[in-house]
Nanobody, 124 residues
Framework: QVPLVESGGGLVQAGDSLRLSCSAS????????AGWFRQSPGKERVFVAY????????CYAAAIGGRFTISRDNAANTVYLQMNSLKPEDAAVYYC?????????????????WGQGTQVNVSS
């Protein structure tokens, strides 16, 4: 059973918005920190954004340029990634990652829970 379930991907035009969701609802663990990564064909999985629940600190990859926002719903045990002004280069499979101990970072090894990924396609 995949610990995290992502949704919200799809095909949009450049300039459009999408909101990705990552849910651990119904699971027995509580997310303490979470991040989003993305992977394009033939490339490595790279960091997009993270949030630590303690203190509410957030961090974004430079390539995002202020267009994305990571947020959470504690009651729903869900993390979101609001993506605005999408560009064709944002097209990728987006993965949610979370940790139930420790803190989030830009490093994949910080996370011990992953989702299956959701595809985002952006046409020009």
């Amino acid at each position: 059973q995949v610990p995290l379930v992502e949704s919200g991907g799809g095909l949009v035009q450049a300039g459009d918005s999408l909101r990705l969701s990552c849910s651990a609802s119904g699971r027995t663990f509580i997310i303490l920190a979470a991040g989003w990564f993305r992977q394009s064909p033939g490339k490595e999985r790279v960091f997009v954004a993270y949030m630590n629940w303690s203190g509410g600190t957030t961090c974004y990859a430079a390539a995002i340029g202020g267009r994305f926002t990571i947020s959470r719903d504690n009651a729903a045990n869900t993390v979101y990634l609001q993506m605005n002004s999408l560009k064709p280069e944002d097209a990728a499979v987006y993965y949610c990652a979370a940790t139930v101990s420790g803190t989030a970072s830009q490093v994949r090894e910080s996370y011990n829970l992953w989702g299956q990924g959701t595809q985002v396609n952006v046409s020009s």
